[in-house]
């Protein structure tokens, strides 16, 4: 079965500061992987995802995801944190089982503050 | 504005009571997806359809029920046989139930039971 790991519930950085979310995932194929972003009593917006191709993923807002097979990882990072990224952020993962019913599979997600 | 609604935003029930929760997507997608979200857990799926007349439970179904009649719409019943429906449901659609189809989510319905 599938699962994300998301390292760390709340991350707080200075505004200009590396933003780091860390996620890792397991899975029994080559998996597909999703950032999403939720700001308060929102759904849900895609930031980036890896399906194939190229392993550095760019998305919006400035944000890029690395896919590294060895590490089981797809962190996001972002290299100047801005005051609008306060939000909390989802990794999700979907495989392509065998027979089965394709779904996403969500991390427990990271709540990023921003200080000013 | 082509996109996910889902109604109301906030809605309180007493407890035992069933109530019925509206999603409504004007993307033209054939999949559908319901999820929960509770503080710490992230999002769960409890059910999802992936074209119309069919759906299939996902991982918390108890204690739920869907339905698909029209494409564009897939509501969510919460019965009283759900232990803790406070929660926050998120609504989603897909072009298709593919797992490299980006799933589009509307602005969720917080619940609420007295």
């Known amino acids: 079965a599938q699962s994300v790991t998301q390292l760390g519930s709340h991350v707080s950085v200075s505004e200009g500061a590396l933003v780091l979310l860390r996620c890792n995932y397991s899975s029994s194929v080559p998996p597909y992987l999703f950032w999403y972003v939720q700001y308060p009593n929102q759904g849900l917006q895609l930031l980036l995802k890896?399906?194939?191709?190229?392993?550095l993923v760019k998305g919006i807002n400035g944000f890029e995801a690395e896919f590294k097979k060895s590490e089981t990882s797809f962190h996001l990072t972002k290299p100047s944190a801005h005051m609008s990224d306060a939000a909390e952020y989802f990794c999700a993962v979907s495989d392509r089982p065998l027979g089965g019913n394709e779904k996403l599979t969500f991390g427990t997600g990271t709540r990023l503050t921003i200080i000013p | 504005d082509g996109g996910i609604t889902q109604s109301p935003k906030y809605l309180f029930r007493k407890e035992g009571q069933n109530v019925t929760l509206s999603c409504e997507q004007n993307l033209n997608h054939d999949a559908m997806y319901w999820y929960r979200q509770d503080p710490g857990q992230g999002l769960r799926l409890i059910y999802y359809?992936?074209?119309?007349?069919?759906?299939q439970k996902g991982d918390i179904a108890e204690g739920y029920s869907v339905s698909r009649e029209k494409k564009e719409s897939f509501p969510l019943t919460v019965t009283s046989a759900q232990k803790n429906p406070t929660a926050f449901y998120l609504c989603a659609s897909s072009f298709r139930a593919r797992s490299t189809d980006t799933q589009y989510f509307g602005p969720g319905t917080r619940l609420t039971v007295l």
């Open positions: 890896y399906t194939t191709g190229a392993t």
């Open positions: 359809s992936q074209i119309v007349n069919d759906f």
